[in-house]
């Protein structure tokens, strides 16, 4: 399944910073529906995100009923993205392809 969306960039402040953007409530919809097909574990989904002409591979992190994707710094340092600063997502998800 695949979204494009504009969302907001925030910044988690902890031992490190992290840098996150929500996704859209059809997103979430959609990502909770479908979790158990589309985790590894732990809840977290693993995904493609773009933005720009940079994509990377990354892990949804639900909190407090809504999805955080995680934007790493091969994709901000390049873009120049920074806290607070609008960007155009495009999300991939597949189904997880887990052994039993």
């Keep these: 399944m695949e979204w494009e969306f504009d969302a907001e ?21 959609f ?5 158990a097909d589309l985790t590894y574990g ?14 990377v591979g990354t892990s949804l992190i639900p909190r407090d009923d809504v999805y955080l994707v995680p934007l790493k ?13 609008a960007v155009h997502v495009q999300l991939a998800v597949e189904p997880s392809r887990r052994r039993g």
Excluded at 12 to 27: I, M
Excluded at 73 to 79: C, E, G, I, K, T
């Design 9 to 29: 960039v925030f910044q988690w402040r902890g031992p490190a910073p992290y840098f996150f953007v929500e996704t859209p409530d059809e997103v979430d919809a």
């Design 31 to 35: 990502l909770h529906d479908h979790a």
């Design 42 to 55: 732990w809840g977290v989904i693993p995904a493609r995100v773009r933005i720009g002409d940079i994509e």
């Design 73 to 85: 710094v091969a994709l901000r340092r390049p873009l120049g993205i920074d806290d607070g600063d």
